[in-house]
Structures are given as C-alpha cells and as structure tokens.
C-alpha cells in the first residue's frame, strides 16, 4: 500500500479483555516500530523490529503487552487483561532501513478501556 | 532516554521564518539527525533527515553545525498549518528511535 496501514482505527473494549493491534507496514520496509501516546503526553517506545534480529522489547510495560511480526510484513500488538491505564493511541511507523530513512507512520489505533 | 535537548515551545508569526533549535552534544560520527513534527491529532510526520551537510526538501531546511553538536530546523515562512510538536531525534546504526518531548510551534495569524 501507500502508506502504513492500522486497524482498528478505534477500539473500545471492558476492563479485562484482550485485544488485538494490526499494522499493515510499507510493502519492503525492514524496520518496524509501535509507540504509545496517552492522551496530551509523547510518545512512549513499546517495541521494535529489525529485519530477521530479535526484536527490542525493552519498552513494553508489562508481561501483558506482547508483539509479533511475520518476517517483513504485518505486526500484531496484544494487550491482554485490558486496564484503563492501557487507554492511549497506539502508533506503528515502519522504514526501509534503520537510520538511514525517514518513518513513516500510521494513523493510529485510538483503544479505550471502559 | 532522548539524547537530545529542545526548548519547550516557540512562537511564530505568519509568512516568517522559523528556526527551531536542537542540541545533540553527545552524538556520534555515524548518527543522523531526525526531525519529525506532530500535528495535533495526527500521527507523527517524518520532516527531514541529514548527517553532516546542510539538506533542503520541500518541507525545511535542516542545518547542521560543524562539530555536530548542534542542528536548527528552519520553516522559510511558517503557515498556520505547521503549528505543530517537532521532534529532534538522533539514532545510529539499528538503534531504536527515541522521542523526547519536542518543541511546541505557535503560529500567530
């Protein structure tokens, strides 16, 4: 596609549950990233994926937090036992190569927990 | 942590240049400089990148300092629309990018 796809663009789910995050990156891009932004603060690194290396999990915020990617394509973020704490826009960004080339970024997945 | 220093905020006017600071005084010879701005609402927007030399795009001139130390983003004549957070941002090598607070742009019609 053009450009970095998210899905859902809104969620709203109970305290408790799981859910499920979708990033569609650049068709190519090695390098792909997810980022918190809770409402009027910055963005928090959650995690990063490089090509075939392991990924830096260093930012995610707990054991409930966990992210997968398919070699070069789609990543996957699940929250599971949903907190509200955990309501943020969850953004990904994807590049061609580390450093080198700008991120691009999604529009977001907007997630409230009620 | 960022390794970067920014003012909090700036003010603009209309149809002005703009000059948006950034110091990166622990920065290594093989780090680029990253500028990426936030529209409110919106996810972030990639702005410019360089390494040494001064870049140009059609968004901003980056100019970077000759001991690196140091980069200004400048906006050849803001617009209401570049009210924004802009970002400095320094990464080498496979490093993750780091986003610290930014630079809050006013622009006053």
């Known amino acids: 596609g053009a450009g970095v796809s998210q899905s859902p663009s809104n969620k709203v789910t109970e305290k408790g549950k799981d859910v499920e995050l979708r990033c569609d990156p650049i068709?190519?891009?090695?390098?792909l990233y997810w980022y918190r932004q809770r409402l009027g603060q910055g963005l928090e690194f959650l995690i990063y994926?490089?090509?075939?290396?392991?990924?830096?999990k260093s930012g995610l915020p707990s054991d409930r937090f966990s992210a997968e990617r398919t070699g070069e394509s789609v990543s996957t973020l699940t929250i599971q036992r949903t907190q509200q704490e955990d309501s943020a826009v969850y953004l990904c960004?994807?590049?061609?190569?580390?450093?080198?080339?700008?991120?691009?970024f999604g529009s977001g997945t907007r997630l409230t927990v009620v | 942590d960022a390794k970067t220093t920014q003012p909090n905020s700036m003010e603009s006017n209309e149809e002005e240049p703009v000059h948006l600071p950034c110091n990166h005084s622990?920065?290594?010879?093989?780090?680029?400089i990253h500028w990426y701005r936030q529209l409110p609402s919106q996810g972030p927007e990639y702005v410019i990148h360089?390494?040494?030399s001064n870049v140009n795009n059609r968004m901003a001139s980056l100019a970077i300092a000759e001991d690196r130390k140091s980069s200004t983003l400048i906006l050849h004549r803001a617009t209401l629309r570049d009210a924004a957070v802009y970002y400095c941002?320094?990464?080498?090598?496979?490093?993750?990018?780091?986003f610290g607070k930014g630079t809050k742009l006013t622009v006053n019609p």
């Open positions: 960004a994807s590049s061609p190569l580390a450093s080198v080339y700008g991120y691009t």
């Open positions: 068709s190519g891009h090695t390098a």
């Open positions: 994926f490089q090509g075939n290396s392991a990924p830096d």
């Open positions: 622990t920065i290594s010879g093989t780090d680029y």
């Open positions: 360089g390494l040494t």
């Open positions: 941002i320094t990464q080498g090598g496979s490093e993750k990018l780091v």
